[in-house]
């Protein structure tokens, strides 16, 4: 961020923040947050640095583009604010799973409720990191129609937030493919599209990045 940019508010130290008492949760050994809630708050911090951004394009002299970074923030706010929710909705996948895993066994009838209720709770623990690749993609799509028309003095934070974008995406292909890894073919089948579609996106997110550093070398 440019010099002419940064602020001398004084904030309180990261550590003593509630993003350090959630670092202290994630470093614990306890089942969660962990890797899943990663992806979605890289997803968040995507989405809020395209608003950042977006909310310094609207000086005088962005005026004719004032529509076009209304809408970008108003996306980038409600992405940010999905991304959060989903951060704990894998929270809550991932206890199920658990859950799912503990239920009896010792009859015909509890083994096959118990199966019933694995498999389910493996789908909806996949489907928590496919719809944090939805809000990467559509960070991603957010930060490149910015990066033409953005401040040119925060134009580092659209490169920032398709690295978190990106990062986002990877994150969630791993935790979708250890709960798809658990299930037959044909329940895997409908994640198949979006783990294809993660390869596009760290195209596109690498792309961005590059394009970033292009610009800032002019």
Same mark, same amino acid.
């Given at each position: 961020?440019?010099?002419?940019?940064?602020?001398?508010?004084?904030?309180?130290?990261?550590?003593?923040?509630?993003?350090?008492?959630?670092?202290?949760?994630?470093?614990?050994?306890?089942?969660?947050?962990?890797?899943?809630?990663?992806?979605?708050?890289?997803?968040?911090?995507?989405?809020?640095?395209?608003?950042?951004?977006?909310?310094?394009?609207?000086?005088?002299?962005?005026?004719?583009?004032?529509?076009?970074?209304?809408?970008?923030?108003?996306?980038?706010? +409600? *992405?940010?604010?999905?991304?959060? *929710?989903? *951060?704990?909705?894998?929270?809550?996948?991932?206890?199920?799973?658990?859950?799912?895993?503990?239920?009896?066994?010792?009859?015909?009838?509890?083994?096959?409720?118990?199966?019933?209720?694995?498999?389910? +709770? =493996?789908?909806?623990?996949?489907?928590?990191?496919?719809?944090?690749?939805?809000?990467?993609?559509?960070?991603?799509?957010?930060?490149?129609?910015? =990066?033409?028309?953005?401040?040119?003095?925060?134009?580092?934070?659209?490169?920032?937030?398709?690295?978190?974008?990106?990062?986002? *995406?990877?994150?969630?292909?791993?935790?979708?493919?250890?709960?798809?890894?658990? =299930?037959?073919?044909?329940?895997?089948?409908?994640?198949?599209?979006?783990?294809?579609?993660?390869?596009?996106?760290?195209?596109?997110?690498?792309?961005?990045?590059?394009?970033? =550093?292009?610009?800032?070398?002019?």
């Amino acid at each position: 961020m440019s010099q002419d940019i940064a602020s001398s508010q004084d904030t309180t130290p990261f550590g003593e923040s509630a993003i350090g008492r959630y670092l202290d949760d994630l470093a614990a050994k306890i089942p969660a947050p962990g890797g899943g809630a990663v992806a979605a708050l890289h997803a968040a911090q995507g989405a809020a640095l395209v608003a950042m951004v977006a909310r310094y394009t609207t000086r005088a002299k962005d005026a004719a583009n004032r529509e076009v970074v209304d809408r970008i923030i108003a996306a980038a706010d +409600a *992405a940010r604010a999905r991304s959060l *929710a989903l *951060a704990d909705a894998d929270a809550a996948a991932f206890t199920a799973v658990g859950a799912a895993y503990k239920l009896p066994k010792a009859t015909d009838t509890e083994s096959a409720a118990r199966a019933e209720a694995i498999t389910a +709770a =493996l789908v909806q623990a996949a489907r928590v990191p496919a719809a944090v690749v939805d809000e990467a993609d559509e960070i991603l799509s957010l930060a490149a129609d910015l =990066l033409p028309i953005g401040n040119p003095n925060v134009v580092t934070d659209i490169g920032a937030a398709a690295d978190a974008a990106r990062a986002a *995406a990877t994150s969630s292909q791993l935790n979708i493919a250890i709960n798809v890894g658990s =299930l037959s073919e044909g329940q895997g089948a409908e994640f198949a599209p979006v783990l294809r579609r993660i390869e596009e996106i760290t195209a596109r997110a690498d792309a961005l990045h590059a394009d970033v =550093l292009s610009a800032v070398a002019r």
